[in-house]
């Protein structure tokens, strides 16, 4: 059943919510792309599913792939196991939406966290906290002064990316700590792909409360210090140019080597289900 939910949310500056939309906010579907469990969920609805969560205080996880990501977990067994445990596994890259149209016969949601952070932000206002982790020192600091302006949510904590944060180490030990002595409604890792999502399946049982997002280059977004391209580059599937082009230095490998993997791994995939069903849609459940 489709229900009209009307938006509460707030853009302030960021991706606009429409006043109104058809979305089913309680429910999605998970399928299996590639070997990893994805939503098909509208962005409007990460909003709100992640606005309940951090109101209630409630435990969530929420990960993303991208085409790096869906190369990466053919080789690394447990972020297939962490993409199985989040409560919510989105699709953020054209590739990976791509792949799930070729391979399942529909084109999952596609989107990205700085598209929807603001909104959640918004939502909770003062009564929302966030405890960042990763990023340049003086990056991070940037980037959670301009959320607090900006959306007036409280900073719970912050730690630069600049330390030793294995499982077992004194800093990372510390940074737990200090986690759960705040109880940050929101916690925003961004260590890139994959030391991020490593560090939260290192954690997640350490972990009291709070919704961890695996939210990547959010904090340079946030620090002001990179824009996104308009929308219309993002429909077109060439947002990876774009960024490419402005970080060469930086991407050149994930977008020059690492497509053309993902793009062999996508001919297996289908040349592995030759004789098979031609547009599987490889539902999991409807949640």
Request: proline residues 6%.
């Amino acid at each position: 059943m489709r229900s009209n939910i009307m938006a509460f949310l707030p853009t302030s500056g960021h991706a606009p919510v429409p006043a109104a939309f058809d979305i089913v906010p309680s429910a999605s579907v998970r399928s299996e792309l590639m070997g990893l469990p994805l939503d098909h969920l509208h962005r409007d609805a990460i909003s709100l599913k992640i606005v309940e969560a951090a109101r209630a205080r409630s435990k969530m996880l929420v990960v993303n792939a991208n085409a790096q990501m869906m190369v990466l977990a053919q080789e690394l067994p447990w972020m297939k196991s962490l993409f199985a445990k989040a409560d919510i596994a989105f699709c953020d890259g054209a590739g990976v939406q791509l792949a799930s149209r070729i391979l399942q016969g529909f084109a999952l949601h596609r989107t990205t966290p700085p598209e929807w952070i603001g909104s959640v932000l918004g939502a909770l206002g003062a009564n929302g906290s966030v405890f960042w982790i990763g990023g340049k020192p003086e990056v991070v600091a940037q980037a959670a002064r301009r959320y607090e302006q900006e959306f007036g949510v409280t900073t719970a904590g912050i730690q630069h990316g600049y330390v030793d944060l294995s499982a077992g180490s004194r800093e990372n030990l510390e940074l737990i700590a200090r986690i759960n002595a705040a109880r940050p409604s929101i916690i925003l890792v961004n260590m890139g792909m994959p030391l991020q999502e490593r560090w939260i399946w290192e954690n997640w049982d350490r972990l009291d409360t709070g919704v961890v997002i695996s939210a990547g280059a959010l904090v340079d977004h946030a620090a002001g210090l990179v824009q996104r391209p308009p929308r219309w580059v993002s429909n077109i599937g060439m947002e990876w140019l774009v960024r490419l082009l402005r970080e060469p230095r930086r991407l050149w490998r994930r977008y020059l080597i690492g497509l053309p993997v993902f793009a062999f791994h996508i001919l297996r995939f289908l040349h592995d289900r030759q004789g098979e069903n031609p547009r599987p849609t490889a539902i999991i459940n409807q949640r």
